[in-house]
């Protein structure tokens, strides 16, 4: 063969192959002169770069990481955007600071600290032991060398160093936590009156003008959110089940298997009389029965006569009753006379190894006459229903494949699977969904780059054990706003709330004038038909509208015998006025207690995530940064 290629290689086909091989190098060559890249740099921090490649693979894993972390609870709108990606970028430009900072201050990640973090991730240990293959691989599906990979986990344990480093370092004194206790603890002494906006609202008064400005400062309330149409592949019981093939005597062996799932075992509630040893032998047992049965048959009362004639000290004393009783649970001599027997008849005597029982059935339930042929289309329902499921594994894995390999249709799979494929109406991100699809999975998937933008079909997604579907995007509008017309009646209501609310926030803050001239807000509030409340609240206080709670410790303490006086909006566009009448400080723990550990704990971390980031935000301060404006 090689022989061939070096004849080949000397006429018009090696020029021809020099050629198509040139062109792409000089294209190359012409687009680096003009400054031109497929991978742009967005950022340099003190020199280095960051490309947008590595900005959307660390947007990329930071999605993976929280759809992991958060499972259903995951939201993809929550992780897309300018705002999310200026939140990466910020991240990748404080790790090239802190990089560069531990270089500059000689931290390093020696070779057994990498190999030590490297055997104690979980995800490269098989049976609690490292398994070097089982880490080689997984490196590998990552697209990186053992050598690339450990590189990464070397900067990782120096940026961890550097971090630890200074939110180690910090403490609290028992002076800071006593002072932060009595803060926490304080207690306020206030009144306040709500000032309802209703009083002045009037959408008369909103002019078209008004209405138009209003409209175009809030457009973001008449938007109309991103909605996509699906396709989809469900895969599960109801699709599954028809797939299964059926004749009569798989049915009839099932039935007859699982009986037990087409009407409830036979239950009896019994009561008995036991006559054993206690009255002699054999002989005299069976005499002794016969004599009760002869009473019983006469008419005596059998709870009488279990109490004072029975043997069996667990039930005499309740009549004879042993309650609830199913097959299989008596000796077969006792239970074949009491199932037997009609409602409210006692059997002659038995005879069992505990010697002779008079047998009395009071109550029964369960159990059935019904045969195959009356029942045959639940047997039939049941039987699909349980080889579906032990078809779903099957069918999910060709599922999988099917919609990897044609990822530009649901049609293929479908096919092959001999499923249907079936489609949504519009739906946003937050929009109920079809049953058969109705996960919060679906909806993240729905929305993402791959399925849509990529228009790829999206991986399996479980919707239950023996529930999957899979998806794919085949319509999408972007988000929109509605047009001033069709909301005008909307934004004339809203616009006329905003409004009725300054006005109370007006007439709230001439109140709060008023009272500091002397006058009460009680006697205000009650010559304006204002509610009024006078309390003494705590920071955690429920029974209060947060509002007023947060205003209200917001206050600077007033003077000895003064007044603090505040107001507030609330979240429906009332006024609250507000007055602090009096701070009680709350005292310290000085015991070691449990609270008093906690509450400096917790003081520790909070005050050592602040000192790291003003330790950033230091190092930003410094260093040069520049933001490229084709990110």
Same mark, same amino acid.
């Given at each position: 063969?090689?022989?061939?290629?070096?004849?080949?290689?000397?006429?018009?086909?090696?020029?021809?192959?020099?050629?198509?091989? /040139?062109?792409?190098?000089?294209?190359?060559?012409?687009?680096?002169?003009?400054?031109?890249?497929?991978?742009?740099?967005?950022?340099?921090?003190?020199?280095?770069?960051?490309?947008?490649?590595?900005?959307?693979?660390?947007?990329?894993?930071?999605?993976?990481?929280?759809?992991?972390?958060?499972?259903?609870?995951?939201?993809?709108?929550?992780?897309?955007?300018?705002?999310?990606?200026?939140?990466?970028?910020?991240?990748?430009?404080?790790?090239?600071?802190?990089?560069?900072?531990?270089?500059?201050?000689?931290?390093?990640?020696?070779?057994?600290?990498?190999?030590? @973090?490297?055997?104690?991730?979980?995800?490269?240990?098989?049976?609690?032991?490292?398994?070097?293959?089982?880490?080689?691989?997984?490196?590998?599906?990552?697209?990186?060398?053992?050598?690339?990979?450990?590189?990464?986990?070397?900067?990782?344990?120096?940026?961890?160093?550097?971090?630890?480093?200074?939110?180690?370092?910090?403490?609290?004194?028992?002076?800071?936590?006593?002072?932060?206790?009595?803060?926490?603890?304080?207690?306020?002494?206030?009144?306040?009156?709500?000032?309802?906006? !209703?009083?002045?609202?009037?959408?008369?008064?909103?002019?078209?003008?008004?209405?138009?400005?209003?409209?175009?400062?809030?457009?973001?309330?008449?938007?109309?959110?991103?909605?996509?149409?699906?396709?989809?592949?469900?895969?599960?019981?109801?699709?599954?089940?028809?797939?299964?093939?059926?004749?009569?005597?798989?049915?009839?062996? @099932?039935?007859?298997?699982?009986?037990?799932?087409?009407?409830?075992?036979?239950?009896?509630?019994?009561?008995?009389?036991?006559?054993?040893?206690?009255?002699?032998?054999?002989?005299?047992?069976? =005499?002794?029965?016969?004599?009760?049965?002869?009473?019983?048959?006469? +008419?005596?009362?059998?709870?009488?006569? =279990?109490?004072?004639?029975?043997?069996?000290?667990?039930?005499?004393?309740?009549?004879?009753?042993?309650?609830?009783?199913?097959?299989?649970?008596?000796?077969?001599?006792?239970?074949?006379? =009491?199932?037997?027997?009609?409602?409210?008849?006692? !059997?002659?005597?038995?005879?069992?190894?505990?010697? @002779?029982?008079?047998?009395?059935?009071?109550?029964?339930?369960?159990?059935?006459?019904?045969?195959?042929?009356?029942?045959?289309?639940?047997?039939?329902?049941?039987?699909?229903?349980?080889?579906?499921?032990?078809?779903?594994?099957?069918?999910?894995?060709?599922?999988?494949?099917?919609? @990897?390999?044609?990822?530009?249709?649901?049609?293929?799979?479908?096919?092959?699977?001999?499923?249907?494929?079936?489609?949504?109406?519009?739906?946003?991100?937050?929009?109920?969904?079809?049953?058969?699809?109705?996960?919060?999975?679906?909806?993240?998937?729905?929305?993402?780059?791959?399925?849509?933008?990529?228009?790829?079909?999206?991986?399996?997604?479980?919707?239950?054990?023996?529930?999957?579907?899979?998806?794919?995007?085949?319509?999408?509008?972007?988000?929109?706003?509605?047009?001033?017309?069709?909301?005008?009646?909307?934004?004339?209501?809203?616009?006329?709330? /905003?409004?009725?609310?300054?006005?109370?926030?007006?007439?709230?803050?001439?109140?709060?004038?008023?009272?500091?001239?002397?006058?009460?807000?009680?006697?205000?509030?009650?010559?304006?038909?204002?509610?009024?409340?006078?309390?003494?609240?705590?920071?955690?206080?429920?029974?209060?509208?947060?509002?007023?709670?947060?205003?209200?410790?917001?206050?600077?303490?007033?003077?000895?015998?003064?007044?603090?006086?505040?107001?507030?909006?609330?979240?429906?566009?009332?006024?609250?006025?507000?007055?602090?009448?009096?701070?009680?400080? +709350?005292?310290?723990?000085?015991?070691?207690?449990?609270?008093?550990?906690?509450?400096?704990?917790?003081?520790?971390?909070?005050?050592?995530?602040?000192?790291?980031?003003?330790?950033?935000? !230091?190092?930003? /301060?410094?260093?040069?940064?520049?933001?490229?404006?084709?990110?």
């Amino acid at each position: 063969m090689l022989q061939a290629i070096k004849d080949k290689a000397q006429g018009w086909i090696a020029w021809a192959i020099v050629i198509l091989i /040139s062109i792409p190098f000089a294209l190359f060559g012409i687009q680096e002169y003009l400054g031109s890249s497929a991978d742009p740099v967005i950022a340099e921090v003190e020199g280095v770069e960051i490309k947008e490649s590595e900005l959307e693979r660390g947007m990329r894993d930071f999605r993976e990481t929280m759809r992991i972390n958060l499972g259903n609870a995951y939201r993809q709108e929550l992780f897309e955007g300018d705002a999310f990606r200026q939140q990466i970028l910020d991240r990748m430009i404080n790790e090239a600071l802190m990089r560069e900072t531990a270089s500059d201050w000689n931290m390093r990640g020696s070779d057994a600290q990498v190999r030590g @973090y490297i055997q104690s991730i979980p995800g490269f240990q098989n049976q609690g032991r490292f398994d070097k293959a089982l880490y080689e691989a997984a490196v590998r599906n990552r697209g990186m060398s053992n050598a690339g990979f450990e590189d990464l986990v070397r900067q990782e344990l120096v940026l961890r160093q550097m971090q630890n480093g200074v939110q180690n370092s910090s403490f609290v004194t028992n002076q800071m936590t006593a002072t932060e206790a009595r803060l926490a603890r304080q207690k306020r002494a206030i009144e306040f009156a709500r000032v309802p906006m !209703s009083t002045f609202n009037d959408p008369q008064q909103v002019t078209d003008a008004d209405a138009e400005a209003f409209y175009e400062a809030n457009r973001v309330n008449y938007r109309v959110p991103e909605r996509v149409k699906l396709a989809y592949v469900a895969l599960g019981n109801s699709s599954l089940m028809p797939l299964v093939e059926v004749d009569d005597d798989k049915l009839q062996t @099932y039935f007859e298997e699982h009986q037990n799932e087409f009407f409830a075992e036979e239950e009896r509630k019994i009561r008995h009389i036991l006559i054993d040893d206690t009255v002699g032998d054999s002989e005299a047992q069976r =005499a002794k029965a016969e004599e009760l049965f002869v009473q019983l048959q006469g +008419g005596a009362d059998f709870a009488t006569l =279990a109490a004072e004639h029975s043997s069996d000290p667990g039930s005499a004393d309740n009549g004879g009753d042993l309650g609830w009783v199913t097959r299989g649970v008596m000796v077969e001599a006792f239970e074949e006379s =009491a199932f037997s027997l009609e409602l409210n008849s006692v !059997s002659e005597p038995v005879k069992t190894d505990f010697g @002779y029982h008079l047998i009395e059935v009071t109550e029964k339930r369960g159990g059935s006459d019904v045969t195959f042929e009356q029942i045959r289309a639940d047997v039939e329902a049941a039987y699909r229903k349980f080889h579906a499921e032990e078809l779903f594994y099957d069918y999910y894995e060709r599922l999988a494949n099917a919609a @990897y390999e044609n990822s530009d249709s649901l049609v293929p799979a479908a096919e092959t699977l001999g499923l249907e494929v079936r489609q949504t109406d519009w739906i946003t991100r937050t929009s109920p969904l079809p049953s058969a699809i109705d996960n919060p999975k679906v909806a993240n998937a729905a929305f993402s780059e791959d399925v849509l933008i990529n228009r790829h079909n999206s991986d399996v997604i479980e919707i239950e054990p023996t529930e999957a579907v899979v998806i794919r995007v085949i319509e999408h509008e972007a988000e929109t706003t509605r047009p001033f017309e069709e909301v005008r009646d909307q934004v004339v209501e809203q616009a006329a709330a /905003s409004l009725a609310s300054e006005k109370a926030a007006k007439k709230g803050e001439e109140t709060i004038e008023t009272l500091k001239a002397g006058q009460s807000l009680a006697g205000i509030a009650s010559a304006n038909g204002w509610s009024h409340r006078d309390v003494t609240i705590s920071r955690s206080q429920r029974d209060v509208p947060a509002e007023v709670v947060d205003a209200a410790f917001a206050l600077k303490p007033p003077a000895q015998e003064a007044k603090g006086y505040t107001g507030v909006v609330a979240a429906e566009g009332d006024f609250f006025v507000v007055v602090v009448n009096n701070v009680e400080y +709350g005292e310290a723990a000085s015991d070691g207690s449990a609270s008093e550990t906690t509450q400096a704990q917790r003081m520790v971390v909070d005050l050592a995530r602040a000192e790291f980031d003003g330790v950033l935000e !230091s190092l930003r /301060s410094r260093a040069s940064v520049e933001i490229l404006d084709n990110q």
